[in-house]
């Protein structure tokens, strides 16, 4: 059975998982690992790649930010499949303030230190939280180094990839205000998904993996 590494997205961790049922496979939880000030998306996943062995044949899932990341794990690896969750598969797919915010830098002012102080605004940004998981979330963001935060919100926003690696499958909610499903080609769309739809959206997402992952 194909091992599945498991990223999960900016500001998170594999506690983001929580909801997905996965007990019946060998998973693997990707933590961050500290980048280098020139690291990309490309470069940062085959840091990835190494550190966690991921090899062919496997199957990586990827939650946002790490949706972006199992793409760019694809591009260098045969992988058996790629998932992606409330994420982007190339720049033909990403929102309109990508290029706003590349323009202004206007992320650049915030302090590296208040970074991951940013919990106020989850709730506008990603809606659908229950009490618990906003306290969740806050403990991640609590957790994320500021340093890996600065450097992912600039490696995102200066992701080019216009390669659609083979076996990808994509699902993703149609509230989501992160990545609006209008820009999205050929992806599963929940009704009333909103950027964290992993949390409560995870029976519909259970049910499309049942489909997806291998017996």
């Known amino acids: 059975m ?12 594999y506690r983001i998982y929580k909801n997905i049922d996965l007990e019946d496979y060998d998973v693997v939880n990707v933590s961050w690992i500290d980048p280098d ?28 930010l790490g949706g972006m990341l199992a793409i760019e794990i694809a591009k260098k690896i045969a992988l058996n499949k790629v998932i992606l969750i409330s994420s982007i598969k190339s720049i033909d797919e990403a929102p309109w303030y990508f290029d706003f915010f590349k323009t202004f ?10 970074l991951t102080l940013v919990e106020f605004v989850a709730e506008y940004t990603f809606g659908g939280m229950t009490e618990d998981d906003q306290r969740l979330f806050a403990d991640m963001l609590k ?6 935060m600065k450097w992912a919100v600039e490696a995102i926003l200066h992701w080019d990839n216009q390669i659609i690696p083979p076996n990808v499958h994509h699902i993703s909610g149609d509230k989501d205000k992160v990545f609006p499903y209008k820009n999205l080609k050929g992806a599963t769309i929940v009704k009333g998904g909103t950027h964290v739809m992993i949390f409560n959206k995870a029976t519909e997402i259970n049910n499309w993996l049942k489909n997806i992952l291998p017996l």
């Open 37 to 64: 000030d020139n690291d990309t998306l490309a470069s940062y996943a085959q840091k990835l790649i190494e550190k966690y062995q991921i090899g062919g044949g496997s199957i990586v899932i990827g939650n946002s």
């Open 2 to 13: 194909s091992r599945i590494f498991l990223i999960p997205g900016l500001g998170a961790d």
């Open 105 to 114: 830098h206007i992320y650049r002012a915030i302090p590296v230190k208040h």
């Open 143 to 148: 957790n994320t180094s500021p340093v890996f």
